[in-house]
């Protein structure tokens, strides 16, 4: 079983930094892509950022420039997330997909909070 587990959201103020750790129960490379997405109040959840399995990556416009998705060797993906605006302020989850045998099996995170706030 796949568990996606999110941490470091929190307060920060306004042009601030946070760094988003999701942890996975296994390897992150027995994955075809895994990324970032945010889900604000009342509004739809959104891809933030992707990293593919050959490392290819790929930003929503409204962060690019400003958050960066970067892996470790193992079992951890990292959302950089620098000139924090309020219009950040969302739950945001890690996901993970898998192909097999052509079914494309998705996986979440439960979510890690960030708000930005003066």
């Known amino acids: 079983q796949v568990q996606l587990v999110e941490s470091g959201g929190g307060l920060v103020q306004p042009g601030g930094s946070l760094r988003l750790s999701c942890a996975a129960s296994?390897?992150?490379?027995?994955?075809?892509?895994m990324g970032w997405y945010r889900q604000a109040p009342g509004k739809q959840r959104d891809l933030v950022a992707t990293?593919?399995?050959?490392?290819?990556t790929n930003y929503a416009d409204s962060v690019k420039g400003r958050f960066t998705i970067s892996r470790d060797n193992a079992k951890s993906v990292f959302l950089q997330m620098n000139s924090l605006e309020p219009e950040d302020t969302a739950v945001y989850y890690c996901n993970a997909v898998r192909v097999v045998s052509g079914t494309r099996l998705v996986y979440w995170g439960q979510g890690t909070q960030v708000t930005v706030s003066s």
């Open positions: 296994g390897s992150i490379f027995s994955f075809n892509a």
């Open positions: 990293i593919t399995y050959g490392g290819s």
